[in-house]
């Protein structure tokens, strides 16, 4: 029982930066994730974060993207920064109730093991 709205989308040049936020309400999720899905692709799993601070990134956006958690654990964010092209995507925010990530991106990178789902921001980086 938690609903997830994203906000922040933008577009951006190559270079740039933009800040993704999700804001949860009903239940306090436990671990949130994005996800991105570009056309013709499928849905892949950007970076997650649980809410004693432990965070997951994949390896293409390890060093430029940064997630984080307020204080009352009920809005996540995503900065991303030094953005490219290929990061042009729908960015979807995901949650759940449970409490810690696998440290494998084969396992919390998977859509099927997350709950709940946000309807989606879109991230435009021209070159």
């Known amino acids: 029982q938690v609903q997830l709205a994203e906000s922040g989308g933008g577009s951006v040049q190559a270079g740039g930066s933009l800040r993704l936020s999700c804001a949860a309400s009903g239940n306090t999720p436990g671990r949130y994730a994005w996800f991105r899905q570009a056309p013709g692709k499928e849905r892949e799993a950007v970076a997650a974060?649980?809410?004693?601070?432990?965070?997951r990134y994949a390896d293409s956006v390890k060093g430029r993207f940064t997630i984080s958690l307020d204080n009352a654990k009920t809005t996540m964010s995503l900065e991303m920064n030094s953005l490219k092209p290929e990061d042009t995507a729908m960015y979807y925010c995901?949650?759940?109730?449970?409490?810690?990530?696998?440290?494998?991106?084969?396992?919390?990178?998977?859509?099927?093991?997350?709950?709940?789902w946000g309807q989606g921001t879109q991230v435009t980086v021209s070159s």
């Open positions: 995901a949650a759940d109730a449970v409490k810690f990530l696998s440290e494998y991106y084969s396992y919390w990178g998977s859509t099927a093991r997350w709950k709940s």
């Open positions: 974060i649980t809410r004693d601070d432990t965070t």
